[in-house]
C-alpha cells in the first residue's frame, strides 16, 4: 500500500508534537511517586546537590509531603518556595500532620484561617540555607517572625524541645529541606480558636 507524501508529513507532525508533550510532562512523571530523597538522588546523578528541582517542586511531588503541599497550596505559598531563595524549610511530613487531629487539620484548610495557617508555615522557614553540620543551638529567627529554639545533642537536631529532625539535607535548587516529625506552632497561636 502507497501512502501520500502529506500523508506521511502529518503523521510525522503529529509524532513530534506528541513527542514534546513527553518531553515536557516527563519531569513531573517521573518524580510523582517518589520519596524526596529519591527524587534528589534521581536528579543529582552524582552531583552534590540538584540543579534541577526546587523546594516546591519536592515538596509538590514527594509522597511524603501530600497534606504539605494541600497546605502550602491553601496559603498560597508554593510560589515563594519556588524562588530563588535560599530557603531552608523544616518540612512536616504526612505522619507529622496526623498528630494534629483531624478536624483542626481541616479547619486549618479553610480560607478563613489562611493568616493562621500561613503563620504557621512560615515558621517552618529559615531565610537562608543550613545544611545539617552547620546547625547549631540556640533561637533562629524564622521567616514568620518569631524564634525556633534548636538543640543539637549527640548528633541529633530537635526543635522546640518536642520535634526531631528526621531526614536532613534533602538539598534542592533554591535551598535544603529537613523532614521533621511534628507540626510546629508558634507560641502565639491558639489553635483551639479556630472556627
Not at 513527553?22 to 552524582?46: M, R
Not at 514527594?62 to 535560599?86: D, I
Not at 481541616?106 to 517552618?124: F, G, P, S, V
Request: no cysteine; net charge positive; charged share 25%.
Amino acid at each position: 500500500m502507497k501512502l501520500s507524501r502529506s500523508f506521511l508529513h502529518k503523521t510525522a507532525g503529529v509524532a513530534l508534537v506528541v513527542a514534546s508533550l513527553l518531553v515536557s510532562n516527563s519531569t513531573f512523571a517521573e518524580i510523582k511517586p517518589n520519596s524526596a530523597s529519591t527524587i534528589i538522588a534521581q536528579a543529582n546523578s552524582g552531583k552534590s546537590r540538584s540543579q534541577k528541582y526546587t523546594i516546591a517542586k519536592i515538596i509538590g511531588h514527594a509522597k511524603e509531603f501530600k497534606t504539605l503541599s494541600k497546605a502550602l497550596k491553601a496559603a498560597g505559598l508554593l510560589q515563594t518556595l519556588s524562588e530563588r531563595g535560599p530557603f531552608t524549610v523544616f518540612a512536616p511530613s504526612d505522619d507529622a500532620f496526623k498528630k494534629l487531629d483531624q478536624k483542626t487539620l481541616n479547619l486549618l484548610l479553610k480560607r478563613a484561617n489562611k493568616d493562621t495557617l500561613t503563620k504557621i508555615l512560615t515558621y517552618h522557614v529559615l531565610p537562608q540555607e543550613v545544611d545539617a553540620k552547620d546547625i547549631q543551638p540556640g533561637d533562629v529567627a524564622t521567616v514568620e517572625g518569631s524564634s525556633l529554639k534548636i538543640q543539637v545533642a549527640d548528633g541529633k537536631v530537635s526543635l522546640n524541645d518536642t520535634t526531631s529532625v528526621i531526614e536532613p539535607d534533602i538539598k534542592a535548587k533554591n535551598g535544603v529541606i529537613h523532614i521533621i516529625d511534628t507540626v510546629l506552632v508558634p507560641s502565639d497561636v491558639d489553635l483551639s480558636t479556630l472556627k
